[in-house]
């Protein structure tokens, strides 16, 4: 089975433009979660969509968006993009969701903001 | 509030030597708790968990964790490291009201096995 896909695999962009990032969870996976990962830091944890709904978002400005689609995948969107916006992000699915339920990331895109 | 220490940057360690990396917590109430590792220019691989039950885990590639409640520590181990296991590790921690899923990781600890 396909793992955890995501597109496009690297991104350049300019300050204030806005971006589109897109995930497609391993079959059979209903939840998808987003997360950024700075140079050099662990992983920050942006949105959590199950079954088309947000369960929980972290501490990230209103720029940051994301929603779900029927078939499970996901987008995310920034808008006004910033230079600290510059990110490995990273998408993860699991079956259920939950807290003790396994997430399996994405091999990431690369957004570099100039 | 979650947190999770990763007191080593950088761990050495010759070929056929144990490995431990090393990794704290702090949750209300019972953790869940992960292990990552990633490689370059790659995404996180999964190598194993602890829930509850055993508090030895043991995952993928030869991996192991023992979960210590008293000293709220969740160290990764390997009996025998390989030139391959050079890479980033990452330590985890969510819990039942954490806001969804949320993982909460550690800043990561390079490790680099030498031949």
């Known amino acids: 089975d396909a793992g955890v896909t995501q597109s496009p695999t690297h991104l350049i962009k300019t300050r204030g433009q806005q971006v589109t990032l897109r995930c497609s969870p391993i079959?059979?996976?209903?939840?998808v979660s987003w997360y950024q990962q700075v140079l050099g830091q662990g992983p920050q944890f942006i949105f959590q969509y199950y079954e088309k709904e947000e369960r929980g978002r972290g501490n990230f400005p209103d720029r940051f968006s994301a929603r779900q689609f029927p078939n499970y995948s996901s987008e995310l969107n920034v808008n006004a993009l910033l230079l600290g916006d510059s990110a490995l992000y990273l998408c993860?699915?699991?079956?259920?969701?939950?807290?003790?339920?396994?997430?399996?990331f994405g091999p990431g895109t690369r957004l570099t903001v100039l | 509030a979650q947190s999770v220490a990763q007191p080593e940057d950088q761990v050495n360690v010759a070929e056929g030597n144990p490995l431990t990396v090393k990794c704290t917590y702090s949750v209300s109430g019972n953790p869940y708790l992960f292990w990552y590792v990633q490689y370059p220019n790659r995404g996180l691989q999964f190598l194993l968990k602890y829930i509850t039950g055993d508090n030895l885990v043991k995952g993928s590639y030869g991996f192991e964790a023992e979960f210590n409640k008293s000293q709220t520590s969740f160290h990764l181990k390997k009996p025998s490291a390989l030139v391959s296991d050079s890479a980033l590790y990452f330590c985890?921690?969510?819990?039942?009201?954490?806001?969804?899923?949320?993982?909460?990781f550690g800043g990561g600890t390079r490790v680099l096995v030498k031949p």
């Open positions: 079959s059979g996976h209903k939840s």
């Open positions: 985890a921690v969510s819990h039942l009201k954490a806001a969804g899923n949320k993982l909460t």
């Open positions: 993860a699915s699991s079956f259920s969701g939950t807290g003790t339920d396994t997430q399996y």
